[in-house]
């Protein structure tokens, strides 16, 4: 993903991937722990930010998480998660269930259904390029796809116009 199509690095150089990759991790961590949002994210401010690679977990994105995309992602999916989660079960093949996916791939799905919902300022392309790169750091079989489907299938729902036609260009 190229810095200039999202200001995937901030002003400060902080990088939105980075910041992404770790949400999802955070989420995760939530999900299973049932970790308070706010430990989650001093825990993760404090001592995790910037060390995803170092940690043998990479989306490919360098740089160090912005922490202010990364608290602002968290902070969203929690008080919209009771939006996001029949959104993003619908948009699941059928006789599937959010609850049944991966917990990882749930937590990437989420994350990115926010941004496409309340981040009008990131394009939708960007959204689901990012959070696929995401899938493609845990995953090696089909989850890229699934994160590629939903997202983009939620992106055409929630901002009509902003992704061309299917078959009209990339998607």
């Known amino acids: 993903m190229s810095a200039a199509s999202d200001s995937a690095r901030t002003p400060k ?9 770790a949400a999802v991790q955070a989420l995760y961590q939530m999900d299973l722990a049932e970790t308070d949002l706010a ?29 202010e995309h990364f608290a602002d992602v968290l902070k969203g999916v929690v008080r919209r998660q009771r939006e996001i989660d029949p ?14 996916i991966d917990s990882i791939l749930r937590a990437i799905l989420r994350a990115g259904a926010f941004e496409l919902i309340e981040l009008s300022d990131v394009p939708p392309r960007v959204v689901i390029s990012e959070y696929i790169d995401v899938a493609h750091a845990f995953f090696e079989g089909d989850e890229p796809r699934v994160v590629n489907g939903v ?8 901002r009509p116009g902003d992704l061309p036609e299917r078959g009209k260009g990339h998607a």
């Not at 150089?13 to 990759?21: C, E, F, H």
Request: aromatic share 4%; glycine share 12%; net charge positive.
């Open 39 to 67: 430990a989650v994210i001093e825990e993760f401010k404090a001592h995790r930010l910037g060390r995803a690679a170092e940690n043998g977990v990479d989306a490919g994105t360098g740089g160090e998480a912005d922490p």
């Open 13 to 21: 150089g902080l990088s939105r991937s980075q910041a992404r990759l």
């Open 151 to 158: 997202l983009d299938a939620l992106a055409r729902k929630l």
């Open 87 to 100: 959104m993003i079960d619908r948009q699941l093949a059928q006789g599937w269930r959010l609850t049944r």
